[in-house]
């Protein structure tokens, strides 16, 4: 058991906005976390302070062991895999797939003139093998589909080893098909003993991949509920979060929810 976050009575504003409030959160090294609620609940804001890209206006983030604010965060941003759309956005469109992967091992996106080992190729074909892309190495980013954009993105997030992997909002934008793809990846990398700790960020129950362990529930930069999984996905909780009543419904590990 090692503690890889630990959240105590963060606030965070922008301005006079609070966007996160009274926040008190840890995470354990063999714990994978589903961060559910609805848009502008501050999610993303979450993952920004989780992976050492914010600080807190109030409060302490401890990342790693680590204090925000009293520790190098450059240093502890390699030791944290993070992927959003943010920063997809700064791929450039005529990178190979390889190099998408290769390039996270120096926290850069777009090759130049970094020196790359054998042994950074070597990993970066086995974590895109590892995600059924082996066959797209030379591939232009550009010309994938978004499912495999999203699986390739989800490789190069792994590439420095991380303790801790964050998704934000992985399976947005994806088919029917491409989404359970990838819930199926992400739920055999949350099974295996040997993973980081995981949090993944989404608005849909819809999206929690099967081995995923807690739960946390934001509404207006408030926790609602937090806790194992079962225990805190729950119609009441999530009637709260999303403020409207909410059927949900459990079926062999995957859940729908609807308008009650
Ligand atoms: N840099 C910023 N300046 C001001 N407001 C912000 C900023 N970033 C986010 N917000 C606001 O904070 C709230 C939470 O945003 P975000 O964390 O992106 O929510 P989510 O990811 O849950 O949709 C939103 O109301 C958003 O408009
Ligand atoms: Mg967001």
Same mark, same amino acid.
């Given at each position: 058991m090692t503690e890889v976050l630990t959240f105590t009575g963060v606030q965070l504003r922008r301005g006079d906005n609070? =966007? +996160?409030?009274d926040i008190d959160w840890s995470v354990d090294s063999s714990e994978r976390w589903v961060v559910l609620g609805p848009n502008g609940a501050g999610k993303t804001t979450l993952t920004n302070l989780a992976s050492a890209r914010m600080h807190p206006s109030e409060g302490t983030v401890q990342v790693l062991g680590e204090t925000l604010g009293h520790t190098d965060t450059q240093d502890l941003r390699t030791r944290v895999g993070l992927t959003s759309a943010a920063l997809a956005d700064? =791929?450039?469109?005529? &990178?190979t797939v390889r190099d998408v992967v290769m390039t996270a091992a120096y926290g850069v996106t777009g090759r130049w003139r970094e020196e790359y080992e054998q042994v950074d190729e070597t990993r970066a074909e086995n974590l895109l093998a590892a995600f059924g892309?082996?066959?797209?190495? &030379?591939?232009?980013?550009?010309? +994938?589909?978004e499912g495999e954009r999203k699986r390739v993105q989800i490789a190069r997030a792994l590439m420095t080893d991380p303790e801790l992997l964050i998704l934000d909002e992985p399976a947005a934008g994806l088919d029917l098909g491409g989404r359970e793809e990838l819930l199926a990846a992400l739920s055999e990398l949350a099974g295996d003993r040997r993973s980081p700790a995981m949090i993944m960020v989404t608005h849909h129950v819809e999206e929690i991949p099967p081995n995923f362990t807690h739960a946390l529930l934001l509404r207006e930069g408030r926790v609602i509920a937090q806790g194992p999984l079962h225990q805190t996905v729950t119609s009441a909780n999530l009637s709260q979060a999303y403020d409207m009543p909410v059927a949900l419904h459990a079926h062999q590990g995957r859940w729908t929810a609807r308008k009650a």
């Open positions: 609070p =966007i +996160l409030r700064r =791929i450039p469109d005529d &990178e892309m082996q066959s797209f190495t &030379e591939r232009a980013f550009w010309t +994938l589909s």
